[in-house]
C-alpha cells in the first residue's frame, strides 16, 4: 500500500516551517485590522448618526420654542381681545343707561312742557277773559271818561282794545281822543294786517 505523500515534509523533529505560522500571524492580523476599521466606521457612523439626532433635537427644540412663543403670542392677544370685548360690553352697558336716563328725561321734559302749555293756554283764556270784561268796560262808559283813559294810554295799548270793540262805542272813543293819539292809534290798527297773507 502506498502512502500518500505529504504537502509539507515533515522536518526533523516534528517542527513545521517557520512561513506557516508567520502567515497565520499575518491572517490574524489582517483580521485585527479589519475588526478596527470595521468599528472604526461603526463609531463613525455612530457619531454621525448621533450628531444628526442632536442636530433633528436642536431642530425640534427650536421649532418647539418657535411654536411655544406664536402659542404665548395667540394667548396674549387672546387675553386683549378678551379685555376689549369687556371694556366695549362696559361702554354698551353704559350708553344703554344713559340712553335709559335721557328717555327718561325727555319724557320729564315732554310731561312738563305739556304742563306748561295747558297752564299757558288756562293763562290765556284767564288774560282773554279779562281783556273782554276790559272790552266790555270800556264800551259801557261814556265815550268822554273813555276817550281821556285812552289818552292816557300807550297807543299800542289803546289800538288793541279799540279793535276789540264794537265799531260805535270804538268811534265814539276815537272821536274824543286829541287827534295826533287818534292818528298814531288808528295808523297802528290799520297796519297789524298789513303783512297777512291775501287770498
Same mark, same amino acid.
Given at each position: 500500500? =502506498?502512502?500518500? !505523500?505529504?504537502?509539507?515534509? /515533515?522536518?526533523?523533529?516534528?517542527?513545521? =516551517?517557520?512561513? !506557516?505560522?508567520?502567515?497565520?500571524?499575518?491572517?490574524?492580523?489582517?483580521?485585527?485590522? #479589519?475588526?478596527?476599521?470595521?468599528?472604526?466606521?461603526?463609531?463613525?457612523?455612530?457619531?454621525?448618526?448621533?450628531?444628526?439626532?442632536?442636530?433633528?433635537?436642536?431642530?425640534?427644540?427650536?421649532?418647539n420654542v418657535g411654536a411655544m412663543?406664536?402659542?404665548?403670542?395667540?394667548?396674549?392677544? @387672546?387675553?386683549?381681545?378678551?379685555?376689549?370685548?369687556?371694556?366695549?360690553?362696559?361702554?354698551?352697558?353704559?350708553?344703554?343707561?344713559?340712553?335709559?336716563?335721557?328717555?327718561?328725561?325727555?319724557? /320729564?321734559?315732554?310731561? /312738563?312742557?305739556?304742563?306748561?302749555?295747558?297752564?299757558?293756554?288756562?293763562?290765556?283764556?284767564?288774560? @282773554?277773559?279779562?281783556?273782554?270784561?276790559?272790552?266790555?268796560?270800556?264800551?259801557?262808559?261814556?265815550?268822554?271818561?273813555?276817550?281821556?283813559?285812552?289818552?292816557?294810554?300807550?297807543?299800542?295799548?289803546?289800538? #288793541?282794545?279799540?279793535?276789540?270793540?264794537?265799531?260805535?262805542?270804538?268811534?265814539?272813543?276815537?272821536?274824543?281822543?286829541?287827534? =295826533?293819539?287818534?292818528?298814531?292809534?288808528?295808523?297802528?290798527?290799520?297796519?297789524?294786517?298789513?303783512? /297777512?297773507? =291775501?287770498?
Open positions: 500500500m =502506498k502512502r500518500p !505523500r505529504q504537502m509539507f515534509p /515533515a522536518r526533523p523533529g516534528g517542527r513545521r =516551517k517557520p512561513g !506557516r505560522g508567520a502567515l497565520m500571524v499575518i491572517t490574524a492580523l489582517f483580521f485585527i485590522s #479589519g475588526l478596527l476599521h470595521l468599528g472604526e466606521g461603526a463609531g463613525r457612523a455612530l457619531a454621525l448618526d448621533l450628531e444628526e439626532t442632536k442636530v433633528s433635537q436642536e431642530t425640534v427644540c427650536a421649532s412663543a406664536l402659542l404665548e403670542e395667540l394667548r396674549s392677544r @387672546e387675553k386683549r381681545i378678551l379685555e376689549r370685548e369687556g371694556e366695549l360690553a362696559d361702554r354698551v352697558q353704559a350708553l344703554r343707561l344713559v340712553e335709559d336716563r335721557v328717555e327718561q328725561r325727555l319724557a /320729564a321734559l315732554i310731561e /312738563a312742557e305739556n304742563e306748561l302749555a295747558r297752564t299757558v293756554a288756562i293763562a290765556d283764556r284767564g288774560a @282773554e277773559e279779562d281783556i273782554s270784561r276790559l272790552v266790555t268796560l270800556y264800551e259801557n262808559m261814556k265815550p268822554k271818561e273813555a276817550s281821556r283813559l285812552f289818552e292816557e294810554m300807550a297807543p299800542e295799548f289803546a289800538a #288793541g282794545f279799540l279793535s276789540r270793540m264794537r265799531p260805535d262805542s270804538a268811534a265814539a272813543i276815537l272821536a274824543g281822543i286829541e287827534p =295826533k293819539i287818534g292818528y298814531a292809534i288808528s295808523a297802528i290798527i290799520a297796519g297789524r294786517n298789513a303783512n /297777512a297773507p =291775501k287770498n
